[in-house]
């Protein structure tokens, strides 16, 4: 059997991913929101972002896009949605089976794979093994105006070696999906802008209803997701479900559309 590929210089391949990723930096330069978090919170809310005509980077300090939605719970990988999320399966084109009244199930790799997929499709861009390093905030507007961002193996190296500087990347808003870890707010409530109460004990009925309900912009320029909203404003967590998250993400992008049309200058 002869030759299957084309021979191809090592410098090619290289030169080609140098260029498309140098590309998509510059891009970033441009962005109109910046998601932190690749979750099903983050995902979502960078698709509708996307197709509403913005332009959104997600930033995911994992190399892996998805958070704990390749899994369910205890490591068993079946996702679970409750109604009305499964409507946003059928955006995306997830299969998935009626388990309960009112409860939905699909594997976790097809639920994850295809929220990527579709965010990637719309048009979303990303930056992996990247961590947020700090917020942009205007002092005088009292706002957030962007994003410090770094490369994540910087925080594996001994402290001798870690003076990599980070980069500033300027934006319109910044979206905090990034789970219980609330990232971002917690930038802010170390500098005493916001209060961050921690998450409550588990109570699913009422915690996916008051993770939507509540999700929205929590400091000028910034907004929060998925459980991140949990952590802000205590509410109770929700476990192994996941139709807040993805309910959550697409509140998120609605009320980022309405403040940016707000703020935008009459014609």
Request: glycine share 10%; proline share 5%.
């Amino acid at each position: 059997m002869g030759p299957i590929f084309p021979n191809m210089p090592e410098n090619r391949i290289s030169r080609a991913i140098i260029r498309r990723f140098a590309a998509d930096m510059e891009q970033a330069l441009c962005a109109d929101v910046f998601i932190i978090g690749a979750g099903p919170a983050g995902l979502t809310a960078g698709r509708k972002l996307t197709e509403a005509g913005k332009r959104v980077f997600i930033i995911e300090r994992n190399n892996y896009l998805g958070g704990g939605y390749w899994l369910g719970g205890y490591f068993m990988n079946t996702i679970t949605v409750r109604v009305p999320a499964q409507r946003i399966f059928d955006e995306i084109g997830v299969e998935y089976e009626q388990v309960d009244d009112g409860l939905y199930a699909t594997p976790g790799p097809l639920a994850c794979a295809s929220t990527i997929a579709a965010a990637a499709r719309a048009g979303v861009k990303f930056l992996q093994l990247t961590h947020l390093d700090d917020l942009i905030v205007d002092a005088e507007e009292g706002r957030v105006k962007g994003v410090v961002i770094n490369w994540s193996p910087v925080k594996g190296l001994p402290k001798a070696i870690t003076c990599v500087d980070p980069i500033a990347i300027e934006c319109d808003a910044v979206i905090d999906a990034t789970g219980h870890d609330a990232v971002a707010v917690s930038k802010l409530a170390k500098r005493r802008l916001m209060e961050v109460k921690g998450m409550g004990a588990m109570h699913v009925s009422a915690s996916e209803d008051a993770v939507v309900k509540h999700t929205g912009e929590v400091y000028p320029g910034l907004f929060a997701a998925g459980m991140a909203v949990a952590e802000v404003h205590g509410l109770p967590r929700m476990g192994p479900t996941f139709g807040g998250m993805l309910l959550s993400g697409e509140r998120v992008a609605e009320l980022v559309l309405e403040k940016q049309a707000a703020l935008a200058p009459a014609e």
